[in-house]
């Protein structure tokens, strides 16, 4: 059994994923975040670079 884990911001990865989970047959499994990330790109750009600058403990919940 294949199984293809993915996480996609704005679509394009998802959209590989699903092209490759109809090639091999997979099972398929989108990682999502708790909050969602903005839209807009450049709204989603200033999210992901003030998360990253979190402590890792505040990123992981660790």
Known sequence: MN???YFSA???TKKAAFKL???ISSE???I????PYPDDHKKLLEAAK???KK???C???K
């Open 21 to 23: 989970h109809e090639l």
């Open 55 to 57: 402590p890792r403990s």
């Open 59 to 61: 990123r992981t919940g």
């Open 50 to 52: 003030k998360q990253w």
């Open 28 to 30: 398929i499994f989108e």
């Open 32 to 35: 999502k975040t708790e909050i």
């Open 3 to 5: 199984l293809i884990i």
């Open 10 to 12: 704005e679509g394009h």
